[in-house]
């Protein structure tokens, strides 16, 4: 069992940076994969990144990429998400999740948190 607690969200203007951590429970977590996804108002909920348990392998969307960056400590058990040059259509709850790389299936979610960018 993973037990995933994100934070860091908050309201930026457009072209700011935040960074979203996600703590977790856990003494299996080097052995996960870990995944940020988001969720807009009235859409899908969306993958963002991921990142390998073991060797960290990263993989981002086309729409985040160069602007965002996953990383994980694995000794202090968790994992961060920098946003860089933030633009209003990022606006979303933001979800980590621990799964499987290669299968891109995650049993674990957190709860989300916020993240709003004002144009």
């Known amino acids: 069992q993973v037990q995933l607690v994100e934070s860091g969200g908050g309201l930026v203007q457009a072209g700011g940076s935040l960074r979203l951590s996600c703590a977790a429970s856990?003494?299996?977590?080097?052995?996960?994969?870990m995944g940020w996804f988001r969720q807009a108002p009235g859409k899908e909920r969306e993958f963002v990144a991921k990142i390998a348990g073991r060797d960290g392998r990263t993989y981002y969307a086309d729409s985040v990429k160069g602007r965002f960056t996953i990383a994980r400590d694995n000794a202090k058990i968790t994992v961060f998400l920098q946003m860089n040059d933030l633009k209003p259509e990022d606006t979303a709850v933001y979800y980590c999740a621990a799964g499987s790389y290669s299968l891109g299936s995650y049993d674990f979610w957190g709860q989300g948190t916020q993240v709003t960018v004002s144009s």
């Open positions: 856990g003494r299996t977590f080097s052995s996960y994969a």
